[in-house]
């Protein structure tokens, strides 16, 4: 941002020194005082002070390079407080008005990064979270040789593991309740099928695809008789595909022992 050191510094001395001076500055009618003075906070870090200036000079400046300006200050002020919701709409507003402004690339970038701050543990509503997704993914269309690039993709892959984690969470409370009220077993294949579909290079990957496993096996000795050795196999198939893809896993006994157990049952028949 562009500026003027000599008002600045004024400024920084007669008005941001006290707060008669703040107080009587919120009631002035003089807007480009109120615009510099709004930018020496900015600078000082006194966000709040800011915003209060900032968000009557955005609709008093309408149409001039300063509104533009404090618009972007307005979002940041948002930003560096915490208050990261308000903060991506005024950024998304940056950017709508002003699409080839000054600001558009950091307001685009902060507009993911602020819904990315905000989003939830992955037990709760995951709204924000696509939103974050949505918003980063767009910042990297717009602007892909960005400096910035590399951080908003490491955001992205961030935000896809918490999703596929509510999925985890998710698939795990189906397998433990079993046959409770229900096929909850096939419940848990679905969830991690789907959520392998839609992420197939997430870090959970090996849990979900062992909780398949267990899960067919489980549907298998809970199926009738005239079902049952076509379960087991399904099984099977599914232990071939985790051995192949999961040498070393963690959870390759276990695997082992479900083929085991499988393959005697298909062998019995």
Known sequence: MKKNTIIILILS?????SCHGYNTLLKSTDYEYKYEAAKCY??????SKAENLLNELITILKGTTQAEESLYMLGMSYYCQGD?????????TYYTTYPRGEYTEEAR?????SLYLDTAEPRLDQTNTYSAIQQLQLFMEYFPESKRKAVAQNMIFELQDKLVLKEVYNARLYYNLGTYLGNN???CVIVSQDALKDYPYTKYREELSMLILRS???IAINSIQEKRADRYRDAIDEYYGFKNEFPKSKYIKEAGKIFEESNSKVKDK
């Open 13 to 17: 001395i007669v008005v941001l020194s």
């Open 84 to 92: 990261y919701t308000t903060a991506s709409q005024s950024f998304i």
């Open 216 to 218: 067919k096996y489980e």
């Open 185 to 187: 077993y096939q419940s």
């Open 109 to 113: 970038f902060y507009a993911g990064k």
């Open 42 to 47: 900015y600078a000082q870090g006194k966000y």
